[in-house]
């Protein structure tokens, strides 16, 4: 496709005839490099069609606001287009007044659904999960199956999952597979064409981790989402759940570098939509670090006797910081897969305790060696206690290391347990948190060592 630039709210005719044919994911390309009111404009204009694929795409940048910028009755018909989980996820990216001007431009079976998504919380089964599903009642045969795909096939999110329910109750009995429907005779009741095994369900507030978890062990390509009687809800669908954890992981990704979770791309983002992203974390960092000066402050007369020891804080500090961290993005990891559980701090923390005190002996061992051979190479000449300076180094490693290891493998466990997302245990806070501490382990150190010597 060509690369036409157009004034913001111009539309260039060529770009019909570029788009009109186009896959949704190359709509969704283009309509991504314009500006927000030329993008609109062509979503105007579109194939009522083609704009609901573009919509139905999760990749499309600013859906919420290209919604709102649409007319009310090309806004209206979108949304009732659009598949309802897809519908919700771009409600959602909108305040609670605007969400409510859309609603109200869709009809009431249409908008029913939708706020029903909207009620979950997001991150949960219910905010994934789409109420267009195939089912039938336990009576059907596999040819009665058959003929009630072909009439629902368009209305319906996919059809490789028929979920059987009670005729009374509506309660999921089974769930048979689009290949095992086929398979089987026409006059065979399509209970019997289900595994013997109970369905794999999941209900409305469970975590989409814990879902994506449960669909990748057993390979399904959805999971029927039920109350408490068992009546099916919803489903959420593999694609759904490889989108929802992608935008996590790329959310995740901004948090542990210290920056607020931002949706737009990058080039996308405004000067105040940065500053702001960035602003909040960066301040509270700054006051940590403002408690790593205070620490030196209560050093000072140390300081002031044995000013070769500031040339080590940065070399320790940093060191602390980068144990830390490793631990941090170890533990998220874990946590985010399910390898382990808020019950197992304790062993990560005994796990964590001799691997942190080795790291820091390795590297207490290399800064004694540099010290030795600088001193010895005649590169510096840190004084007739050198080696108790080299020492002073060694043994503060491995104290800085070890709290590093322990500290940054607790942290997620801690945000947690708060009710916190544990990816909001960044780099940069633990890194804070080990250099005040460290400074505290390291000139104590120094004290119990260069006593009657040095200080």
Do not use: C
């Not at 060509?2 to 770009?15: E, F, K, M, S, Y």
């Not at 500006?35 to 704009?51: G, I, K, N, S």
């Amino acid at each position: 496709m060509q690369n036409i630039r157009t004034a913001p709210g111009a539309v260039d005719p060529t770009l019909f005839v570029n788009l009109f044919d186009a896959h949704a994911a190359d709509i969704v390309t283009r309509l991504n490099d314009l500006e927000a009111e030329t993008a609109a404009a062509v979503l105007a204009r579109l194939p009522l069609d083609r704009a609901v694929d573009a919509f139905d795409r999760p990749e499309l940048a600013r859906a919420g606001r290209l919604l709102q910028a649409l007319p009310q009755g090309r806004a209206g018909e979108i949304l009732t287009g659009m598949a309802d989980d897809r519908a919700a996820d771009v409600l959602r990216q909108l305040d609670d007044a605007d969400r409510a001007e859309l609603l109200r431009r869709v009809d009431f079976d249409s908008a029913w659904p939708l706020k029903r998504l909207l009620a979950y919380r997001k991150g949960s089964a219910g905010s994934l999960m789409t109420t267009e599903f195939v089912s039938v009642p336990e009576t059907f045969t596999a040819a009665e199956t058959l003929r009630h795909l072909r009439e629902v096939e368009q209305t319906r999110e996919t059809i490789y999952a028929i979920h059987v329910l009670a005729p009374e109750t509506r309660a999921l009995l089974q769930v048979v597979t689009l290949r095992q429907l086929i398979v089987g005779a026409p006059d065979q009741p399509i209970l019997s064409l289900a595994p013997e095994r109970a369905p794999i369900t999941v209900h409305a507030d469970m975590d989409q981790e814990e879902v994506a978890r449960l669909i990748s062990i057993h390979d399904l390509l959805t999971v029927p989402v039920v109350n408490d009687r068992d009546q099916v809800l919803g489903i959420v669908t593999v694609d759904d759940v490889i989108d929802a954890i992608l935008a996590e992981g790329s959310e995740d990704v901004q948090k542990f570098g210290g920056v607020e979770g931002a949706a737009e791309p990058y080039l996308k983002t405004s000067f105040l939509g940065m500053y702001r992203k960035r602003v909040g974390w960066l301040g509270a960092l700054f006051i940590g670090e403002m408690l790593t000066a205070s620490a030196m402050q209560h050093y000072e007369d140390e300081l002031a006797k044995a000013v070769v020891l500031t040339l080590f804080i940065p070399l320790i500090m940093s060191s602390g910081g980068n144990s830390g961290s490793q631990a941090t993005s170890l533990l998220i990891r874990a946590l985010a897969l399910g390898q382990i559980r808020l019950r197992d701090w304790w062993r990560v923390a005994f796990k964590e305790l001799p691997v942190g005190v080795a790291l820091g002996a390795s590297l207490g061992v290399i800064g004694m060696i540099r010290i030795g051979a600088w001193q010895g190479l005649g590169i510096f000449d840190y004084g007739v206690h050198w080696p108790l300076i080299a020492l002073t180094v060694a043994l503060g490693l491995v104290g800085i290391v070890t709290f590093g290891s322990v500290a940054g493998s607790m942290l997620p466990f801690l945000l947690k347990r708060l009710g916190f997302d544990p990816a909001s245990a960044s780099a940069p806070f633990v890194a804070t948190l080990v250099d005040v501490t460290g400074l505290v382990i390291y000139f104590s150190v120094a004290l119990l060592i260069l006593r009657g010597t040095l200080l």
